[in-house]
């Protein structure tokens, strides 16, 4: 088992930043490919961003170019940083683990998440 704990959401205006954390526990996080998901109100939830047990990552287009994620293997912690945040950015977001899968389709571990509201 691994247990996944999201902080550093918040309210930011547009064009902020903030950086999310997720500490994982359990099981050899590097073992896991890590990735960061979202849900806005009345959606689906998304595929932001991952980042693999070899330092590969992927990132949404919605997001390329304004986000990025990082892992602290020594920290068992993952990380997002938001930049030039956009109203349509509000969501909670969610850290997922995966042993085996990359990408939009990770999946096998959830945290509880943690809310992003951007305002204008």
């Known amino acids: 088992q691994v247990q996944l704990v999201e902080s550093g959401g918040g309210l930011v205006q547009a064009g902020g930043s903030l950086r999310l954390s997720c500490a994982a526990s359990?099981?050899?996080?590097?073992?896991?490919?890590m990735g960061w998901f979202r849900q806005a109100a009345g959606k689906e939830r998304e595929f932001v961003a991952a980042?693999?047990?070899?330092?590969?990552?992927a990132y949404a287009d919605s997001v390329k170019g304004r986000v990025s994620i990082s892992r602290d293997n020594a920290k068992n912690t993952v990380y997002l940083e938001m930049n030039s945040l956009k109203p349509e950015d509000t969501a909670t977001y969610y850290c997922?683990?995966?042993?085996?899968?990359?990408?939009?389709?990770?999946?096998?571990?959830w945290g509880q998440g943690t809310q992003v509201t951007v305002s204008s």
């Open positions: 980042i693999s047990r070899t330092y590969i990552t």
């Open positions: 359990g099981r050899t996080f590097s073992s896991f490919a």
């Open positions: 997922a683990a995966d042993y085996a899968r990359f990408g939009g389709r990770m999946g096998d571990y």
